[in-house]
């Protein structure tokens, strides 16, 4: 009897942790659409991911070291929190939505650090947001981010406009509009390097 309670105890034990395991599953760009039709994701926000992505595309044509995979399918899947809140919890909504996708932990991170040019731990705070920072750290986290603000609904626009509409929000010295310029100039310099490879 006992041996028949351990065996149970271990199969238990199994499939919490096949259940808790990250992925490495980064889907299409086809199956990042089905996932937002899946989620009822309203066709204006599924329209400006696909602008997104296609801003992504561009600058991955000029960038080698870079995943672009994943970059492609965290500009598709960035927004998917907007089927539910369009609010800046948004970001968070996306993350709790893609884990029950069970995609790679390195979209999710994209999905939750893409919100503005990212905000640090004592605005989230503020905020209400989950007391952690949300400031894009990778090259593909930086790219999709950069990318979402240089896209104004399903229009690109160019990185003065995008400067212009964040220094009025935010002012000219916040942090926000210099992280804008650091993004700008590591997509140049991730653009340079490529160049030089090729």
Known sequence: MVFISEEKTIRNARKLK???MVSNKIPSKEECLNILKKYNTPLEVIQHCLTVTQIVEGFILQINNINKELVIAGAMLHDIGRSVDHTIFHAVKGVKILKEENLDSKI???VKNHIGTGIEKEEAIKLGLPPENYIPQTNEEILVSYSDNLAFGNKKRSFDEGLKEFIA?????SDIVKRFYEHKEIIEKLQRI???KS
């Open 169 to 173: 929000k935010f002012g000219a010295n």
């Open 18 to 20: 096949n259940k808790n």
């Open 108 to 110: 999710l991170s994209i």
């Open 194 to 196: 490529g160049k030089k």
